[in-house]
């Protein structure tokens, strides 16, 4: 459409200063230092949502970190498309390998470095824009409605309750979320699915107080040691999950269906190379796409226990813990497989040592379908700008609003990511390609013109 294209030329340095804007601000809400930053990035988001076009915006506080919700409604009779996307970010640290600063965005051969550039301020940026794009131009072929959160990154634990309560507000056809990757410019593609996840924390304790490793070493079980073996013990020797009953629902995929997931393009050597490692690691009988797309899978976070300090100190630690969480597929439960480990982990304790295991936020994955109207008119909508046919794929992460916008709203997601998986999301040095950004503004309104075409015709 030519007014959109127009438009785009005519702003698109002011919408990339508008973005860089936004990524000054250090919107972290894992760190409750950064709370009045993050209610600043929410009031920012709702004067822009306003300024493109928005009949109203408001911030809708929650006990944790504010909602901006914002809609524009051009008729009712007309079907209305749900945004949704997250202005909060992930930490900065390990802040020594930046080689900008996270909160000082810079342009480097064609990326924005910072942090939240890909996930999600650039991405759920794009369609603020778009929504300016197209009711600047008065060419909004539908009604529109955007809400963006500031807890994804800590688990979304308000927005259930948000959804509950604003049922008849957020009514809408379908949700339409910029939060996950595609395979790359070349290859566009868009994720058909989601990871569940369930996170854990683990404690080991060993005797009452930190110990000389001298005096008791030899003689007193080291928690540390017992935690890395019983970590150890939860993969087995083809790197399948040992905890009992952690696979009796997995859904099994047909052949076709893994074929289909195999056959999407993807280069072993050059992702070993990038990632600098020599070979890659997993369950016994998959591939890497099916790896990480349609089995879950069991990862440490974190470790700690004992002297981590400078210097060395003998000592036998009291006590050691570690972060543990599971993606999960369709029809596992978060909440079952929660307790499975908590009793698994229980059981695995050798009798000197006593274990403490406590539930973090998880949430239920999701599979969206490839054959809806919804899907096509992305699909089609991916044709237009990138002149070639979008390749389904799994994602391995995980959004867990999205399994709740199907219960609770009765509404299915469009996944329309274009993020790249080495954009460093989470990372230091996470960046957004300049390209993929303008490119996401482009394509977003033949999303909302066909799906409302498809609706109505
Ligand atoms: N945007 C990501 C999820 C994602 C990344 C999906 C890449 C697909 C491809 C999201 O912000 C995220 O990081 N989610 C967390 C879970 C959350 C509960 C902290 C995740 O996947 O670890
Ligand atoms: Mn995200
Ligand atoms: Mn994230």
Not at 24 to 47: G, H, L, M
Not at 151 to 173: I, P
């Amino acid at each position: 459409m030519q007014a959109w294209k127009d438009y785009q030329s005519q702003n698109k340095d002011r919408f990339l200063s508008e973005l860089l804007d936004l990524l000054r601000i250090p919107s972290v809400s894992a760190d409750s230092k950064y709370k009045a930053d993050v209610a600043r990035c929410a009031d920012a988001v709702k004067e822009h949502m306003l300024k493109a076009g928005c009949d109203k915006a408001e911030i809708c506080p929650t006990s944790g970190h504010p909602i901006v919700y914002g809609e524009k409604i051009i008729d009712p009779k007309l079907p209305t498309v749900l945004v949704y996307g997250h202005y909060d970010v992930q930490p900065a640290d390990p802040l020594e390998l930046w080689t900008s600063g996270p909160f000082e965005p810079v342009i480097k051969d064609g990326k924005i470095f910072a942090r939240g550039a890909c996930d999600d301020k650039g991405q759920m940026f794009m369609h603020i824009k778009a929504l300016e794009v197209m009711a600047k131009t008065n060419t909004l072929p539908c009604n529109v409605k955007i809400m963006i959160e500031g807890e994804e990154e800590v688990g979304s634990n308000n927005l259930g309750k948000f959804l509950e309560d604003n049922k008849e507000r957020l009514k809408a056809d379908i949700v339409l979320v910029s939060d996950t990757s595609m395979i790359s410019m070349e290859h566009p593609s868009i994720e058909s699915g989601l990871r569940g996840l369930a996170y854990m924390e683990v404690e080991v304790t060993g005797p009452n107080r930190d110990l000389h490793s001298g005096v008791y070493g030899g003689a007193v079980a080291n928690p540390a040691t017992i935690l890395c073996k019983m970590i150890a013990s939860m993969h087995d020797e083809n790197n399948h999950i040992t905890i009992p009953g952690f696979y009796d629902k997995v859904q099994n995929l047909s052949d076709a269906e893994r074929k289909a997931i195999n056959s999407a393009p993807f280069d072993l050597k050059e992702y070993k190379d990038e990632l600098g490692i020599k070979e890659v690691w997993g369950e016994k009988g998959y591939t890497t796409l099916e790896r990480t797309g349609i089995r879950p899978t069991l990862e440490v976070n974190g470790i700690w226990g004992g002297y981590t300090g400078e210097g060395a100190k003998t000592v036998l630690p009291s006590k050691a813990n570690a972060k543990i969480s599971m993606r999960l597929v369709p029809n596992q439960s978060s909440d079952e497989i929660s307790d499975m480990f908590k009793k698994h982990f229980e059981k695995i304790a050798p009798d000197n040592v006593t274990v403490k295991v406590t539930a973090h936020h998880g949430g239920e994955a999701v599979v969206t379908p490839t054959d809806s109207p919804a899907y096509k008119a992305a699909a089609k909508a991916i044709v237009t700008t990138f002149g070639k046919e979008p390749i389904p794929t799994r994602g391995g992460g995980s959004i867990p609003i999205v399994a709740l916008f199907e219960k609770t709203l009765g509404l299915k997601t469009v996944l329309l990511g274009f993020g790249l998986d080495n954009d460093n999301i989470h990372s230091p040095n996470e960046k957004y390609d300049v390209a993929n950004y303008y490119k996401g503004i482009e394509t977003i309104p033949y999303f909302h013109k066909y799906f409302a075409e498809s609706v109505k015709g």
